[in-house]
């Protein structure tokens, strides 16, 4: 009788002399390898079937739904695990993640040390969030100055349309934000130059409320990320210039940011795989279709990290000190 037995590593496979099979007597040496690669193919495998467990994220209403999207995407191709997404506004996210109530904090601003002094706080940038203005759609204007968006939210010299446009007499209703809000921030920061708001103040951070209230409200006007806009309600240009990665990379659009996923550093498998995935090209596909801007359009700059960041978070961890406030307008002026 002519046997042969193989074993299968890979793509390759090994050969088990067919005498030795014959004759019941299989060397040492063979076992052994047989024992090794058999091993190896389980583990394999155990390692793809061991990725479970759950996730918890929260904060930022502006990138919550891109992570929704990918966190879909990522239970299909890992049946065995959860992730719960949640908003709830960029300060509540930094602030669920630095006392453990969620696993990663989806923030539109970055986490102040002074306030989230824990060294383990690590920042992964995945794309950046277009800001736009919106208004009634009855509001028949194409554009703001940051001066007039001034007057209208902080100064109250503007308080109706028609000091605007002639013959369009409505009074203006601002809505503004909660201040969990990293949407609210980055607008207080960028076009109002710090100055307070006036105006409608919304008890929860929910994008989609703001969007309904604008809709809704004749002669009201806030402010969303790009990604969630509606056809009830009218994008409103600024200086001109409308949210697009030209004129944020040349300094003429300037109501955006980077939007960020914060953990403690925790070096757990499941946490850092899907870190990756909100950086592969699949996910960074669907942030383009829903018009954030991704971090190749971007041109951001992955070598530098966050000093003690764990292995497998290099590719991901930004150092706050190089991508600073300062350095991000800098940088894109």
Known sequence: MHLNVY???????????????????IPFAVLLCIALLLTGCAGTDQQTQQLNGQLKISGSTALQPLVQ???KTFMDLHPKTHIIVSGGGSKTGLLNV??????????????????????????????????VM???????????????????????????WDQIKAGLNQPIHPIIRPSTSGTRDTFRKYILGGGDEKGTLLKVDDTQQVVNTVASTPGAIGYIALSALKPTVKAIAIDGASPTATTISNGKYNYWSYEHMYTLGDNLPLMNEFLNFMTSTTVQQEAHQLHYITIDEMNLNQADVIPGSHPQQEALAFSSFHESEVNRREAYA
């Open 7 to 25: 074993t299968h590593h890979g793509r390759g496979k090994t050969r088990i002399p067919s005498q030795a099979v014959a004759r019941g007597v």
């Open 69 to 71: 999207v990918a966190a």
């Open 98 to 131: 630095f006392q453990k109530k969620s696993d990663i904090g989806d923030s539109d601003i970055y986490a102040d040390p002074a306030i989230y002094p824990d060294p383990n706080m690590t920042d992964h940038i995945i794309c950046v969030t277009p800001f």
């Open 134 to 160: 919106i208004v009634h759609p009855d509001i028949n204007i194409t554009s703001l100055t940051k001066e007039q968006i001034l007057d209208i939210f902080s100064t109250g010299k503007i308080t109706n």
